[in-house]
T-cell receptor
Framework: KAGVTQTPRYLIKTRGQQVTLSCSPI?????VSWYQQTPGQGLQFLFE???????NKGNFPGRFSGRQFSNSRSEMNVSTLELGDSALYLC????????????????FGSGTRLTVV | GNSVTQMEGPVTLSEEAFLTINCTYT??????LFWYVQYPGEGLQLLLK?????DKGSNKGFEATYRKETTSFHLEKGSVQVSDSAVYFC?????????FGQGTELSVKP
């Protein structure tokens, strides 16, 4: 059974540009979440999608956006990149349909390492 | 708000030593609790989980018990190996998202 697949693995962008990251969840998982990992702030929640709808959102500026397609694949977009957006972006999928009660947990991908120069 | 606090690292142990990584949480309601492990250059791997009070999660020799009375979920292993060297994250679930501790780096020397 394939795991969570994130592409690309590495990305270098220039300040002011925009970037799109992709995540393919485990087959059958309809919940997809995104996290940002930095040395200073640790792991922070960006947003969660379930059945093409954003179900939860973290405290990030509007430059960070996402979407989910009918096959549960998800993309996140960051516009007007800043140096501080350099981070490892992790995607996670879950079999849990009810966000109020997490039983199965979340399976993470290997992440996309974004460097903004 | 909900939060997770882990003991600071790095933790350095000799092979076959006993491991404890402390984790305490603050939460409303009864969240599920998780331990994740991250090896260099990789994403997070679910190590174990517990979904209700007094549940014990276990995997690969690691154990943690959901203690509601002390709001803790300490990770233990009786005999660590060099291959256990990694960063360990304690986390709780809240409304569809995970709240993580700051991570504890473990280094096991032969």
């Amino acid at each position: 059974k394939a795991g969570v697949t994130q592409t690309p693995r590495y990305l270098i962008k220039t300040r002011g540009q925009q970037v799109t990251l992709s995540c393919s969840p485990i087959s059958g998982h309809r919940s997809v979440s995104w996290y940002q990992q930095t040395p200073g702030q640790g792991l922070q929640f960006l947003f969660e999608y379930f059945s093409e709808t954003q179900r939860n959102k973290g405290n990030f500026p509007g430059r960070f956006s996402g979407r989910q397609f009918s096959n549960s694949r998800s993309e996140m977009n960051v516009s007007t990149l800043e140096l501080g957006d350099s981070a490892l972006y992790l995607c996670a999928s879950s079999l849990d349909a009810d966000s109020r009660r997490v039983s199965y947990g979340y399976t993470f991908g290997s992440g996309t390492r974004l460097t903004v120069v | 708000g909900n939060s997770v606090t882990q003991m600071e690292g790095p933790v350095t142990l000799s092979e076959e030593a006993f491991l404890t990584i402390n984790c305490t949480y603050t939460a409303t309601g009864y969240p599920s609790l998780f331990w994740y492990v991250q090896y260099p250059g990789e994403g997070l791997q679910l190590l174990l989980k517990a979904t209700k009070a007094d549940d014990k999660g276990s995997n690969k020799g690691f154990e943690a018990t959901y203690r509601k009375e002390t709001t803790s979920f300490h990770l233990e292993k009786g005999s660590v190996q060099v291959s256990d060297s990694a960063v360990y994250f304690c986390a709780l679930s809240q409304g569809g998202k995970l709240i993580f501790g700051q991570g504890t780096e473990l280094s096991v020397k032969p």
